[in-house]
């Protein structure tokens, strides 16, 4: 390759200070030719930055004139590039009759061209020009755009409006002028396509935190904190959900594999077993206790079993486990009940011939059983029995608790993430408790 | 194929060196007199005067060297342009293989683009309108914006002349993988450019001006 052949150019010189056509302030074009328009900071007049003389194309009566956060001329580092603050416009949008105002910076290179940030209640967003248009799509029945592979949801769209400007702008601005902004988001990026003047132009936001604005441009005064939740700010809770799953499925995991252990291992040893009749209407009298027996071993749990041969009846069992040393009793009682019949469907039944109870941590020792049937069907004599006592069986409810106790953190912790997710969206205009929109304007 | 040597003869008007940095130049403007000249086989006759035209910020100058698909280039021509939103540059690029591109610097936004054979289908300038689809070799392009620009000015070498045009409408198409045509109708018939949009750091670009204060 041929070296450096022709006489280079001198170094392009800082901007000369013209004077503001309107109020005779000293204005510098920062741009080097590439602004198209520039707002007077001292009155606001927009003036031709193309013309030499500085041609005003509009005065603007400013109310209240609003100081940007990061003041003209200042330098900052940005993806180590350096870049300067050239340009700042107040937008406005008005939504169900509420002014909502965001602050946007142009900032300036002179090999990289332009760079924009924006601010709205203390959130900040990075934002560059597309070059490539993202590819229109719907998800969920709501208008979305693809780009780099990432599916970005519609979030809203509304009339922007310049309300004040100062300072160098690459494109034909205007105070008063309204843009047509869409914004579709997959945080932490935005995409916004701005529709006016026959011409739809696409950018690419990203949510950057404040403190990073700050150090970026030195600014030493200190920034607001964001307020609320902004459309694509990224979920600070988004990730925990997940990692809270994979533990509890590992520990389901465990449990699983427990209780298979524990269903092999059980012994199931039969301590009693014994046939009884209850003559119904002998409530009064029909108690009784069972012969003694032996549990041994580790305590473990006991399980009573009733089977009763019951048709269209019903008895009622009370049952105690009681101690023959202590006397202590471990109480609990069951309905077994059996009824069928013929309708039009066809044959019925309705519950159960067999109903069993289950005792845990019983330790070794003499025990027998207190029984106590009662009740019945009225037209029916009697109901023959059968009970059968075992120790070292399965115990399930354990389990059950055990993963209910790994379930509720879990669905605990999603709660933030959701709530998150609720407070970004009532922001949108499909905002509603449920996330759910009805006013589905766009259907393009 | 080799790229033909550079070599220098003098400007007919003041005698200065002409230095030609790519062999196939067809008009290129002295550095000294802004004489616009204008090869005839060997022999370079002078067709104008170069007005002074207000210079731009732009980085690129005649000498930039840079990367482009994997390929080296040089910077050796402009041509300026103004619109509504100001001015800016096509760099006539020589690349390694003595062939031309065209690098675009409208407000900092750098394209590289090559002129392709003329396809059957081209936008008809009357009738075009933004939207409108087209593709070629396989590549498809919509109508992205419809630009009036005048010539502002020349400098270096090109492979064309251009002392004799004054306006055009510039047709810029886009597509969504980055890729960009532009259709110059100030030919006759309209030529098409296709390339795509290249960042500052892909560019790789050396020999850059320098900026004051940057």
């Not at chain 1, 959900?241 to 499925?249: E, G, I, S």
């Not at chain 1, 027998?368 to 409810?397: C, I, K, M, N, Q």
């Not at chain 2, 790519?22 to 008009?27: E, H, T």
Request: charged share 20%; with cysteine.
């Amino acid at each position: 390759m041929v070296g450096r052949t022709l006489d280079p150019q001198p170094v392009v010189p800082r901007a000369e200070s013209l004077s503001c056509p309107n109020c005779g302030a000293s204005i510098a074009l920062q741009a080097h030719g590439w602004a198209v328009t520039v707002a007077c900071a001292t009155c606001g007049s927009v003036l031709d930055a193309t013309d030499p003389q500085l041609r005003v194309l509009q005065q603007v009566e400013r109310a209240m004139p609003v100081a940007p956060r990061i003041p003209l001329g200042t330098r900052g580092t940005w993806k180590g590039a350096p870049w300067d603050v050239i340009g700042f416009q107040m937008v406005t949008i008005v939504v169900e009759e509420i002014d909502y105002s965001w602050r946007e910076y142009v900032c300036f290179n002179p090999y990289r061209g332009f760079l924009y940030l924006s601010e709205y209640d203390g959130h900040w967003n990075v934002i560059e020009k597309l070059k490539r248009l993202p590819v229109h799509e719907s998800l969920d029945g709501r208008p979305a755009v693809r780009f780099d592979g990432r599916v970005y949801k519609h979030f809203q769209t509304a009339s922007a409006r310049t309300s004040m400007a100062i300072g160098e702008f690459p494109w034909e601005l205007r105070v008063g002028d309204r843009v047509v902004a869409r914004d579709f988001i997959s945080p932490p990026f935005m995409l916004s396509a701005e529709a006016g003047d026959g011409e739809t132009t696409w950018s690419q936001g990203t949510y950057t935190p404040h403190e990073v604005i700050q150090k970026a441009f030195g600014l030493t005064q200190s920034m607001r904190r964001p307020i609320g939740v902004f459309a694509n700010q990224p979920n600070p809770h988004a990730g925990r959900p997940k990692q809270l799953f994979t533990r509890l499925a590992q520990f389901a995991m465990v449990l699983v594999v427990m209780l298979l252990g524990n269903m092999a291992l059980a012994s199931r040893a039969e301590l009693l077993s014994q046939s009884y009749t209850f003559v119904h209407g002998t409530d009064e009298t029909s108690a009784f206790v069972t012969e003694p027996f032996t549990v041994s071993g580790r305590p473990s749990t006991v399980s009573i079993d009733i089977r009763a041969e019951l048709e269209n009846d019903w008895v009622l069992f009370d049952l105690a486990l009681i101690n023959a040393e202590t006397g202590q009793a471990r109480e609990a009682s069951r309905q077994v009940s059996y009824f069928t019949g013929r309708d039009s469907d066809g044959r019925w039944t309705e519950g159960s011939r067999t109903e069993s109870v289950r005792i845990a941590s019983v330790p070794a020792g003499r025990y027998f059983l207190r029984v106590h049937p009662e009740g019945g069907e009225a037209g029916t004599p009697s109901a023959a029995y059968s009970l059968r006592v075992r120790r070292d069986v399965p115990s399930y409810g354990f389990y059950a608790l055990a993963f209910m106790a790994l379930l509720l953190p879990a669905v605990g912790a999603m709660l933030p993430s959701l709530g998150f997710e609720q407070r970004r969206w009532t922001e949108s205009q499909y905002g509603s408790a449920t996330g759910t929109g009805t006013d589905d304007e766009e259907s393009s | 194929m080799t790229a033909p040597a550079p070599f220098t003869t003098a400007c007919p008007n003041c005698g200065a060196a002409v230095r030609f940095l790519w062999a196939q130049a067809v008009q290129t403007t002295c550095a000294y007199c802004r004489s616009v000249l204008v090869r005839r086989d060997l022999d370079l006759e002078r067709v104008g005067q170069q007005a002074d035209f207000p210079v731009t910020g732009s980085p690129i100058q005649i000498g930039t060297e840079g990367t482009w698909r994997a390929r080296r280039f040089l910077v050796v021509g402009r041509i300026a342009y103004a619109w509504t939103r100001g001015r800016w540059n096509e760099w006539h690029c020589r690349l390694a293989d003595g062939s031309s591109a065209w690098l675009s610097d409208a407000q900092l936004e750098y394209a590289m683009t090559v002129l392709v054979p003329r396809p059957d289908t081209l936008p008809g300038v009357n009738v075009v309108s933004v939207g409108d689809l087209f593709v070629w070799n396989g590549t498809s392009y919509e109508v992205a914006t419809l630009t009036h620009a005048s010539y502002i000015g020349t400098e270096g070498e090109l492979p064309f002349t251009s002392y004799d045009k004054q306006a055009s409408l510039f047709i810029d198409l886009r597509n969504g993988d980055g890729a960009l045509a532009t259709v110059d109708t100030s030919d006759t018939p309209p030529s098409l450019y296709v390339g795509e949009y290249v960042s500052f750091d892909e560019l790789a670009l050396t020999q850059l001006r320098e900026f004051a204060g940057w």
